[in-house]
């Protein structure tokens, strides 16, 4: 085989192993991450709603528990009815439907549909929620408390009580007014959820830019990345018609493609198996309960990403190793039966003149 062959050869083989391993690579991508509805299907599986949620609660009650020294006023809250009003608001199905929106907006960018993302998500609903559960709590309270003694209502400062601290309930008192105090306290307060209404432009640095402004080039890559599975794979196959044309036989041919797809069939199950098992020694480190929380959908995310991931790469491993185990032992099978024949062959049978004419005088 002259220079330049060799040459070639090499060319297409590292071509044919590049492309094989990226083709397998990015079709998992693409199983995983291609569309919003498997994105989708990977939060729903891993209950991360339900984590964020419990979090999300957690970490409010902590703040409220922290700010009830600093509070003043009649209707200061209490941090078991915030914890509990919290719960019923902030649910994994609420919060999945916000998430659903971002999913959606984002990949209408990534899709190139849109410039940035179009998603909007509306959090007024749960200051309005949040504050009619608050209320219904306080009058459940109060409706519950014994009416007032004369000598209760002389002891008690009308000035600084609380809807959840009455001993007992006056004479008098105006419920759906003190419903409607704690709503509008809710509602219009300061503190979290001050702006109701998120968007792409949130984003936005110190200086007016939005990081998908800057990263404007994902789009293209993205929809690139959804061709290119298909594009390397015809160019594999290109590459090993070439490898097995190229060399001084069918037979080397053969071995030079089937020994790259059987390494790399390894290859990926050596990775899947070292992944998996990384992933399964994972640990949450001791942090206050809210954050574990987060640590714990964020982790369950990653396992869930993992095992769609591996599930893709599982079916390219086993595909490649078959096809280059496959193809060598069935050049070496091809090998031995064509060793046995030219040791052994066939002896020719006689023509007819070989054959002796009978003996007309017996």
């Known amino acids: 085989m002259s220079f330049a062959k060799r040459l070639a050869v090499g060319l297409l083989a590292s071509c044919f192993s590049f492309c094989i391993v990226s083709v397998a690579v990015l079709s998992a991508v693409n199983v995983v991450f291609g569309t919003p509805d498997a994105l989708k299907d990977s939060l729903v599986d891993s209950r991360v709603y339900d984590s964020v949620a419990a979090g999300i609660v957690d970490q409010a009650t902590t703040s409220t528990k922290k700010q009830q020294p600093q509070q003043k006023g009649n209707n200061s809250l209490d941090s078991k009815v915030a914890q509990d009003a919290m719960r019923k608001v902030i649910t994994p199905q609420r919060l999945q439907g916000y998430a659903e929106q971002i999913v959606d907006g984002t990949y209408n960018w990534l899709e190139g549909n849109t410039d940035k993302p179009d998603y909007v998500v509306d959090l007024s609903t749960i200051k309005k929620d949040l504050g009619v559960s608050v209320g219904d709590s306080a009058v459940q309270r109060i409706q519950g408390l014994p009416i007032c003694t004369q000598r209760q209502l002389s002891n008690m400062s009308f000035s600084n009580a609380s809807p959840f601290t009455l001993p007992c309930r006056p004479p008098g008192i105006n419920l759906k007014a003190e419903r409607q105090k704690l709503i509008n306290e809710v509602t219009r307060g300061e503190g979290a959820l001050q702006d109701t209404t998120i968007t792409a432009d949130d984003t936005q640095s110190e200086t007016g830019e939005t990081p998908f402004e800057r990263l404007f080039f994902i789009p293209t890559l993205f929809q690139w990345?959804?061709?290119?599975?298909?594009?390397?794979?015809?160019?594999?196959?290109?590459?090993?018609?070439?490898i097995i044309f190229m060399q001084d036989s069918r037979r080397t041919g053969i071995k030079a493609v089937a020994k790259p797809l059987l390494a790399t069939g390894v290859f990926l199950l050596i990775g899947i198996m070292l992944v998996s098992f990384l992933l399964s020694k994972a640990q949450f480190s001791s942090e206050p309960a809210e954050s574990q929380h987060f640590q714990e959908a964020l982790v369950a995310l990653i396992r869930t990403l993992n095992t769609a991931f591996r599930n893709v790469l599982l079916v390219f491993a086993i595909v490649y190793t078959v096809l280059g185990a496959g193809g060598l032992i069935g050049l070496r099978l091809l090998k031995a039966k064509n060793n046995a024949i030219a040791n052994h062959p066939e002896k020719p049978a006689p023509t007819r003149k070989d054959r002796p004419s009978p003996n007309k005088f017996n």
């Open 225 to 242: 990345g959804k061709t290119l599975p298909l594009v390397l794979g015809l160019l594999a196959i290109a590459s090993a018609i070439g």
